[in-house]
């Protein structure tokens, strides 16, 4: 599939799978996990190549890691770094007020499809989006795509850690539309920029990833 990605119809079923095993493995890992790990191994059976093998390579790393290594390594990846945010109205919006319109907007599509959050989930964090997804794929994929930019920004930054996360986001590329045009310029824009800020009195954006040449929508 080389310079294309896996996605050719959002009515196809392994979408849902695909999206609902990574939601998974984007939540915090608890005791709860290798059991995670086993049902996205059989999941990762039934998807494309290009979804598949990086959800692999992740259940690979995760099963020979310590869980509580596991675990800490999740806490400094996404809890302490900017640029590894799971939230992605932050990548829109950074810590302005207008990301309290786009949260309020995904409330009202969630709440609109007949779908409601746990009260200790935000609506923007990508395991929840990715869940909603692998319900309504049409109103999902959508969302994801609105927010390509941010979640490929996100992509880069643990790529460029060299996070083990960093392959489920490549598995969630895999699965949305190649970035193109404007997609393109909004990401390098993010890049070179971070998002927007307001003066109250929160940390600056962490130092941009750059991008490399050519993006395209999965691994290769």
Do not use: I
């Amino acid at each position: 599939m080389k310079g294309k990605n896996a996605r050719t119809d959002r009515a196809e079923p392994w979408l849902s799978h695909a999206w609902q095993a990574q939601s998974l493995l984007l939540a915090y890992p608890d005791e709860g996990f290798e059991q995670t790990l086993a049902l996205a191994g059989r999941v990762a059976a039934t998807l494309p190549e290009a979804v598949a093998r990086p959800l692999l390579r992740f259940t690979a790393h995760a099963e020979r890691t310590a869980p509580a290594d596991l675990a800490a390594t999740y806490v400094a990846t996404f809890d302490h770094r900017k640029r590894c945010c799971l939230y992605l109205t932050y990548y829109a919006h950074g810590d302005t007020r207008r990301r309290g319109l786009g949260l309020l907007r995904l409330k009202q599509t969630y709440a609109a499809a007949g779908w409601r959050l746990g009260d200790d989930e935000l609506p923007d964090h990508l395991a929840v989006v990715l869940e909603f997804a692998a319900t309504d794929p049409t109103a999902g994929g959508r969302l994801l795509t609105e927010h390509r930019a941010g979640l490929e920004l996100l992509r880069l930054a643990l790529n460029d850690d060299g996070s083990p996360w960093a392959h489920v986001l490549d598995s969630v590329s895999a699965t949305l539309p190649t970035l193109a045009g404007d997609d393109r310029e909004a990401v390098m824009r993010l890049a070179a920029q971070g998002p927007p800020e307001e003066q109250v009195g929160l940390d600056p954006y962490a130092t941009p990833v750059f991008l490399p040449d050519p993006v395209v929508g999965g691994p290769r």
